[in-house]
């Protein structure tokens, strides 16, 4: 008994942003398909503000005529940093899939990584730059 398994092509990409983590990958599909962490988009992400900012490296694009079948593994930080880094990691797998989409991407700054982050707390003062009250005497 011989098994044929249907290996389909996909493009993966890693997103960033504060401590979140989303590991993004697509495949050409017949119809545009969303799902986070084994969750439809639509659910994991609540709030509509969210919901655009996964789709927005799909929507914005000239030839937004390619249909993908979207997979993300997403951990760490909060709601909103997960769906920026989910952003991030489908904007880098489809400059993986289509080198040519790279200038359109960068220019609406969907490939540039947000470096910010919350700054550590340093020994002696009460938060990462606020100091205790000075007194002279």
């Given amino acids: 008994m011989t098994t044929t398994d249907k290996k389909e092509k996909y493009f993966e990409g890693v997103g960033r942003r504060k401590t979140s983590t989303a590991r993004v990958r697509i495949t050409p599909a017949s119809k545009n398909a969303f799902v986070v962490n084994g969750i439809d988009a639509k659910e994991y ?59 359109e991407l960068k220019d609406l700054g969907f490939l540039k990584r947000d470096p910010r982050a919350k700054e550590r707390r340093k020994f002696g003062l009460k938060k990462a730059r606020k100091a205790p009250k000075w007194s002279k005497r």
Avoid: C, Y
């Fill in 45 to 103: 992400f609540k709030t509509e503000d969210e919901r655009t900012l996964i789709m927005d490296p799909i929507m914005k694009l000239e030839d937004s005529s390619a249909k993908w079948a979207v997979e993300a593994r997403v951990s760490g930080g909060g709601m909103h940093s997960q769906s920026e880094a989910v952003r991030h990691g489908l904007s880098r797998a489809l400059v993986l899939s289509n080198a040519g989409l790279r200038g």
